[in-house]
């Protein structure tokens, strides 16, 4: 056996760490490992990448392969034995946190006609975008929202919240998206099942977004100060509404095409302090340049099919698809159809990184905007 190495991150750079394993050094730093310490140069470069080096690998999961699986957890196992019966989706660079990508957690959840599972709540924040079915609700501190396909729906941390389907409705399935990973990796995550295990309703169902989903109008007499969206609730018709509208006016962004982002209409910020949502429709024929930017995001195909490359990989995405890209890695995105017009929806962690002062974007400047492909 030859000596232990502890010179594998040098680099032959003016300010980077550069030391070259001696035996008076080996010997040194096997000492400092013996009273829990270590030579900072040994370890610099590593732990203060160039950039940032996400773990995580651009994936897609296709629909069509796991909505079997999904509808068989109906019969294997009951909303009260599993809590939430949800199939996780796992990125193989993140399943020691179990994350979709980076810090955020995604799964797909499953109820079925006069099921509800119990009231709880947690530190972390949750949303949900409904992908099939009818009849799906979620009472979130005793406002009962109806939800639809496309819909967008919040459970802010610390809100209690249930979910359930009605007797009149069908089997439903909807995304998940949670910041878990986070919470967990800043060690504040509190979790709570509520005392009576459902809670009442006790406003008039869809209230919130009665109250406040006019657009452009807010309702005088109702102060808000918490710091997630009063809606709650983003129904698909009025979102697909206005990108329509904005597509008319506008050449939208290089990057993204029609975009728009969820917001709280209070502050006209993000949905909620940790995770934000946005919308965008690529116009028929459309494929958008590439960008990079400090944040992960979980991908969703509302409508339409196209691609996108990835860290120079294409994923071809269909209705239902949900895709991960990770933070800093080169993005874009084509719609597959010259005639109908294709939308993403997607969740990210930008309202993390913005409040922390750490968010950055960067356009591929060669190629005309592509990358090319691995
Ligand atoms: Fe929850």
Redesign the pocket.
């Known amino acids: 056996m030859g000596q232990p190495s502890f010179d594998a991150y040098r680099e032959d750079v003016a300010g980077r760490a550069n030391v070259a394993d001696t035996p008076e050094l080996v010997a040194y730093y096997e000492r400092l490992a013996k009273l829990g310490t270590g030579a900072l140069w040994t370890v610099a470069n590593k732990i203060e990448p160039w950039e940032p080096a996400s773990t995580s690998v651009p994936m897609l999961w296709r629909y069509n392969d796991l909505r079997e699986d999904v509808l068989r957890a109906l019969d294997l196992v009951t909303p009260e034995q599993a809590g ?1 019966r949800v199939v996780y989706l796992e990125n193989p660079g993140r399943s020691d946190v179990v994350a979709a990508v980076g810090w955020l957690y995604s799964g797909l959840q499953v109820m079925a006609p006069g099921e509800c599972a119990s009231s ?1 709540r ?1 530190s972390a924040s ?1 949303l949900r975008f409904i992908m099939e079915g009818s009849g799906a609700f979620t009472n979130v501190d005793g406002h009962k929202l109806t939800l639809g396909r496309n819909d967008f729906v919040l ?1 802010p941390n610390g809100t209690w ?1 249930e979910h359930g389907v009605a007797d009149d409705g069908t089997i439903c399935i909807w995304q998940d998206g949670l910041d878990i990973p986070l919470m967990n990796a800043l060690e504040a995550n509190f979790y709570e099942v509520h005392p009576d295990l459902n809670q009442a309703v006790s406003f008039p169902i869809d209230d919130t977004t009665a109250t406040w989903a006019g657009s452009g109008l807010r309702p005088q007499g109702h102060e808000w100060s918490k710091r997630y969206s009063p809606m709650l609730k983003y129904e698909w018709a009025p979102t697909y509404e206005a990108l329509a509208a904005l597509s008319r006016v506008s050449d939208g962004s290089p990057y993204d095409g029609i975009i728009m982002d969820y917001v709280n209409p209070v502050t006209g910020g993000p949905v909620m302090p940790t995770i934000g949502a946005q919308m965008q429709l690529l116009r028929p024929g459309e494929h958008t340049r590439a960008h990079r930017q400090v944040g992960s995001f979980v991908y969703q195909c509302a409508k339409g099919s196209g691609h996108s490359i990835i860290g120079g990989k294409r994923f071809d995405w269909q209705e239902r698809d949900i895709f991960v890209v990770p933070a800093w890695m080169w993005h874009e995105h084509a719609n597959a159809s010259d005639t109908e017009e294709a939308c993403l929806f997607a969740f990210h962690d930008l309202p993390v990184m913005r409040s922390l002062g750490l968010y950055r974007e960067e356009g591929f400047g060669e190629n005309g905007g592509h990358q090319p492909l691995i």
């Open positions: 939430r709880h947690h949750a459970t919240h």
